[in-house]
């Protein structure tokens, strides 16, 4: 099993700026992609960003490329999402998930998930 422990979310300006982290533990040498998803209310959840975990390519949503970057620190199990320039409609919860053993912005592909993090942007 894998486990997924999500924080940095809070309130900020819109313009403002917060940092993900998302903590990795258990079978950690299974895991291929770590991402991020986001859920506002009403709507389904969407993909936001992933990171291969051995090769460190990245990938992102249309909606986030040029403001949100993420990355992942091997020697800490840590995957990070810095976002950037944030705007109201960047409100959600923030999930942390993972899947083996290719990339996929799909969340159905996913089997592994945090407990999710809230992000609320102030205009």
């Known amino acids: 099993q894998v486990q997924l422990v999500e924080s940095g979310g809070g309130l900020v300006q819109a313009g403002g700026s917060l940092r993900l982290s998302c903590a990795v533990s258990g079978r950690t040498f299974s895991i291929y992609v770590m991402a991020w998803f986001r859920q506002a209310p009403g709507k389904e959840r969407e993909f936001v960003a992933a990171v291969r975990w051995s090769s460190s390519s990245t990938y992102y949503a249309d909606s986030v490329k040029g403001r949100f970057t993420i990355s992942g620190d091997n020697a800490k199990n840590t995957v990070y999402l810095q976002m950037n320039s944030l705007k109201p409609e960047d409100t959600a919860v923030y999930y942390c998930?993972?899947?083996?053993?290719?990339?996929?912005?799909?969340?159905?592909?996913?089997?592994?998930w945090g407990q999710g993090t809230q992000v609320t942007v102030s205009s």
């Open positions: 998930a993972a899947r083996f053993p290719a990339y996929s912005d799909s969340a159905k592909q996913y089997p592994y």
